[in-house]
């Protein structure tokens, strides 16, 4: 079994090996023309057809966005999904490297597709507004990931780090209503609802020193009212909360709610809290997979470690997959730990020589990790076994 696996993995490696300038030349397409969560009907045009030509068969459209895909070689169970990300910043284009993630889950799939790595199937996943939109957790919820054993994807950035340490978060909407009335002519007539949104950002910020690691609360004022000279009856205001898990994230949730009401029955307001995005679960890393992940990317010379401790990087749609099914989603350096994310500098890096020798050693340790998931029962068994653990059952 060891020899027909080492078979398998000289097989994907040779593929990756024969569509590297092809790889490339897709990083850097999409690198030159960045497109926002939910239209990057480009992006996802080539990566689709691309796989397409390839043989797999592809189905757009899913989960009832334009941008989001599926493509399939193979058939049935055992199944590994790998997966792309495609849309950019605005004004920054692909300044989270996400050119390189699209390029790196296509040629993994392109590869053991083409190699005839194992029985099984091989689920390309175009996935779109990572970026705020939540495209994995819709696809989550329309059933996408149901009849897959492993979902795989890397993400570049200033760390070479073998777990991703992903919060949780979610945006909420916090109206207050209260009375308008002319603050000479009849102040007491009036109740100002931007006095009651000032006064939750206050109470936040108290609350906030309470909060544990991992958890915050990061708030701005949508409408504060339409002139000077009118007390406002209408404010609102939009808060970002972040959490280390999604319970905390609930709770935290529960917290703002609670100070909403608190002040509007201290101001004489009402108060309307409505959750306004989609909410991102904390990352679950499949430790297992990313053990084998990490050693196949040691052959080409790059080591993970362990995030450093008590460090966050921020939240990601993968979290949602990572609910349903065994995942990783290592981070891989291509600029040094002075850089970040989210900054022209790091657009630059995604398209410079090292993310190009990342790209190509990415390529391959998701393509053997992939081969690893459809051959060995045992496993693909480790990993439900701690998965559901992970889940309480």
């Not at 593929?15 to 897709?26: G, I, K, S, T, Y």
């Not at 689709?48 to 899913?62: C, D, K, N, T, Y």
């Not at 992939?370 to 051959?375: G, H, I, K, Q, S």
Request: overall charge negative; some cysteine; charged content about 20%.
């Amino acid at each position: 079994m060891d020899r027909m696996r080492e078979d398998a993995y000289r097989a994907v490696r040779e593929e990756v090996a024969v569509r590297a300038d092809a790889l490339w030349n897709v990083a850097l397409r999409l690198h030159a023309d960045p497109e926002y969560g939910f239209a990057e009907h480009r992006a996802a045009a080539l990566l689709s057809g691309e796989l397409e030509r390839a043989g797999f068969a592809v189905q757009r459209g899913v989960a009832g966005m334009p941008t989001a895909f599926t493509a399939r070689s193979g058939r049935g169970r055992p199944a590994v999904a790998l997966l792309m990300e495609y849309d950019a910043l605005p004004g920054l284009g692909h300044a989270c490297g996400h050119n390189l993630i699209a390029a790196a889950g296509l040629g993994a799939a392109l590869a053991v597709g083409a190699a005839q790595a194992s029985g099984g199937s091989v689920l390309a996943v175009g996935t779109p507004a990572e970026e705020g939109g939540g495209g994995k957790a819709l696809e989550v919820e329309a059933g996408v990931f149901d009849d897959v054993d492993a979902a795989l994807m890397f993400h570049p950035g200033v760390h070479s780090w073998a777990r991703a340490p992903l919060t949780a978060q979610v945006q909420y909407r916090v109206a207050f209503h209260g009375r308008a009335a002319h603050p000479t002519g009849n102040p007491t007539e009036g109740i100002d609802a931007l006095a009651a949104l000032v006064e939750l950002f206050n109470v936040l910020g108290v609350v906030g020193r309470r909060l544990p690691d991992g958890s915050h609360v990061q708030g701005i004022v949508t409408h504060g009212g339409t002139a000077t000279n009118i007390v406002p009856e209408y404010a609102e205001g939009l808060f970002g909360l972040r959490a280390a898990t999604t319970g905390a994230l609930r709770e935290l949730a529960g917290r703002l709610r609670e100070c909403a009401e608190g002040v509007a029955r201290a101001t004489g307001t009402t108060a309307e809290v409505e959750r306004a995005t989609v909410r991102y679960e904390h990352f679950q890393d499949s430790e297992v997979l990313s053990e084998r992940f990490a050693a196949h990317l040691a052959r080409a010379g790059i080591t993970l470690s362990p995030p450093a401790p008590g460090v966050y990087l921020g939240s990601s749609d993968i979290g949602n997959v990572s609910t349903r099914v065994p995942a990783i989603h290592p981070f891989v350096a291509i600029m040094d730990e002075d850089g970040s994310d989210h900054t022209p500098e790091f657009a630059e890096a995604a398209a410079s020589g090292r993310a190009r020798e990342v790209l190509i050693a990415v390529t391959e340790a998701l393509a053997c990790t992939a081969v690893d998931v459809l051959r060995s029962g045992e496993l693909r068994g480790e990993a439900w076994a701690r998965h559901r653990a992970a889940r309480g059952g």
